[in-house]
């Protein structure tokens, strides 16, 4: 609980204003933490969940591909099917609804005014804050990956050919912007700057994958910067070897532009400035403070994480750092960063999944609970202080006595109060697998098959 105080002057009758002015009083005001809530979404069926969001109300919404929620009430719009939007009440505790926008849902993003972008096989739709009506509705074939600005505008990611596809607020005919390169994994769209994001990697040698950052204008269509996407002779030529790619974008709520990247190891771009690969990275740009963003001691090739903030305006990188993990023996391990989320004052949240092992792992609790035991591939979410000094909270999410091998964190949201994650939990022969629940949430316990999983909980600094 917060305690505030509302300050209040009330001026008394004239003549004891006379003698002693105003009177000030202190009124204490109570305010409610955001809950902490961890619980699955329970179907008889696979679930496979692919974003979320909070919105201004606090209200969270999951996207994804969920089958029948028993007692829930449904809500079908044009198309829908099994790709659908769940809305979690702001007590963490109630699914209010599941609105069902499309047959099947590979991503969406939730934008400023509450209104959402989905995506996937069938194209996009744009549904209004009500999440009772489709605002406009594309075709342009399989989208992969989408983004929506504070204006409207929409960016939108196509499977087969690298085609980014950029929308009016209101739909309409699309500018087609050809991405150069062998993969995109990710897009963003920023109406400030006017810009659009696209982040993957260009196969530049038998032996090489190097990652790029390229904005281009929304006016039309020509780009407007390009970070890293060296070619192979210049990155060989700087001696920087491993393997990159660029994995995920997102702009966020502090108007800057976030990146996270692969990397096979620690020779890497991601050590240099992404515009001039000659200049090492000063300690002010690469923040280092302990082992866990530092990649020494590593055996063989690891794969590696790494994350930055760039002005979106110029492209000009701030702040960059690696994240790895470490085995017991104290050699450098691997970890994915599958989403990120960025609150309005640079603070970051992180997930992804990751190879043993996180910093405390052994005996490490979460909601009171003592986790259970280490998996590969478990999830875990990650807090990190806005100047990159500090990590506030990196967490795995096993239940007590079971384990979560496989089992991605894979979409992140966080506002100024309030941070919410969303996991796919794979089962394993034996059915052991679990994860950590807390607050009553509408379902604690899980059937099997795949689950969706969220947490939300305050946000922390």
């Not at 955001?34 to 209200?59: F, H, K, M, R």
């Not at 085995?327 to 990751?354: C, E, H, M, P, Y």
Request: proline share 5%; aromatic share 6%; glycine share 10%.
């Amino acid at each position: 609980m917060t305690n505030l105080f509302l300050l209040v002057i009330m001026l008394v009758s004239v003549a004891q204003a006379q003698q002693s002015g105003p009177v000030t009083l202190w009124i204490p005001i109570v305010q409610s933490s955001p809950p902490t809530v961890a619980g699955y979404l329970v179907s008889e069926q696979n679930d496979a969940l692919v974003a979320v969001g909070i919105t201004s109300t606090g209200n969270v919404i999951i996207a994804g591909n969920v089958p029948v929620l028993a007692g829930v009430p449904e809500t079908v719009l044009p198309n829908g099917g099994s790709g659908a939007l769940v809305q979690i009440a702001a007590d963490g505790r109630t699914i209010s609804r599941i609105v069902r926008v499309a047959s099947t849902l590979s991503h969406a993003a939730l934008a400023s005014d509450g209104s959402v972008v989905v995506c996937g096989p069938d194209g996009l739709s744009v549904v209004a804050p009500d999440l009772t009506t489709i605002q406009w509705t594309a075709t342009p074939g399989n989208v992969v990956r989408c983004a929506i600005a504070h204006d409207g505008r929409v960016a939108a990611l196509m499977a087969a050919d690298r085609m980014l596809l950029v929308y009016p607020a209101n739909g309409g005919i699309p500018r087609s912007i050809n991405v150069l390169g062998t993969a995109v994994h990710d897009i963003a769209i920023d109406a400030t700057s006017g810009l659009v994001f696209a982040t993957g990697y260009t196969q530049a040698a038998s032996d090489l994958k190097v990652a790029f950052l390229r904005a281009y204008r929304l006016n039309d269509g020509e780009l407007a910067w390009q970070r890293y996407g060296f070619s192979a002779s210049v990155v060989k030529g700087a001696g920087l070897t491993a393997d990159s790619e660029g994995r995920r974008l997102v702009m966020g709520a502090d108007g800057m532009l976030y990146m996270a990247g692969f990397t096979d190891g620690g020779n890497s771009i991601f050590t240099h400035d992404p515009a001039d690969i000659h200049r090492v990275l000063s300690a002010s740009e690469l923040i280092k403070f302990d082992s866990y963003n530092n990649p020494f001691n590593l055996s063989g090739a690891k794969s590696l994480a790494w994350y930055g903030r760039f002005d979106p305006a110029t492209g000009t990188l701030l702040r960059g750092q690696w994240l790895l993990t470490r085995l017991s023996d104290g050699k450098g391990n691997s970890i994915s960063i599958r989403g990120l989320a960025v609150a309005a004052d640079g603070t970051l949240l992180i997930v992804g999944d990751t190879a043993c092992c996180l910093q405390g792992r052994s005996g490490m609790q979460l909601f009171a609970q003592t986790l259970g035991g280490y998996e590969s591939g478990e999830p875990f979410v990650l807090v990190v202080k806005s100047d990159f000094s500090q990590r506030l909270l990196w967490a795995a999410l096993a239940a007590p006595g079971a384990t979560a091998g496989s089992s991605p964190a894979v979409a992140a949201a966080v506002t100024s109060d309030r941070l919410a994650v969303v996991v796919n939990l794979n089962p394993n022969s034996v059915n052991s697998r679990a994860l950590i629940t807390t607050g009553n949430p509408p379902f604690a316990t899980r059937p099997g098959g795949t689950d969706g999983y969220y947490v939300t909980m305050p946000l922390n600094r």
